[in-house]
Nanobody
Framework: QVQLVESGGGLVQAGGSLRLSCAAS????????MGWFRQAPGKEREFVSA????????YLAGSVKGRFTISRDNAKNTVYLQMNSLKPEDTAVYYC?????????????????WGQGTQVTVSS
């Protein structure tokens, strides 16, 4: 059983920064990749970013390219999402997810484990 716990959300003014963390726990944790998704009120959960657990491959949605960066610390079983130049439209609940099998990391349905989410609110 794998548990994912997000932290780092909060309220920030437009143009500010936040760093989200996702810590994974479980007897053995070696996913294919980890992803961040977000869900704004009244909208579907959407892909934000993902990272392979080995190697250098990272993926970003077009709406956050140049502003967000994903990274990981395998020793700590933790994934980070550095969010800079935040905009009001980035306001959402951000979810961390883990995928165990190989395949696309941008597909929400392909993930096996999800965290409870952390609220990010960007004021104008």
């Amino acid at each position: 059983q794998v548990q994912l716990v997000e932290s780092g959300g909060g309220l920030v003014q437009a143009g500010g920064s936040l760093r989200l963390s996702c810590a994974a726990s479980g007897r053995t944790f070696s996913p294919y990749g980890m992803g961040w998704f977000r869900q704004a009120p009244g909208k579907e959960r959407e892909f934000v970013s993902a990272i392979r657990w080995t190697g250098d491959a990272t993926y970003l949605a077009g709406s956050v390219k140049g502003r967000f960066t994903i990274s990981r610390d395998n020793a700590k079983n933790t994934v980070y999402l550095q969010m800079n130049s935040l905009k009001p439209e980035d306001t959402a609940v951000y979810y961390c997810a883990a995928r165990t099998s190989a395949g696309s990391l941008s597909l929400r349905a392909s993930y096996d484990y999800w965290g409870q989410g952390t609220q990010v609110t960007v004021s104008s």
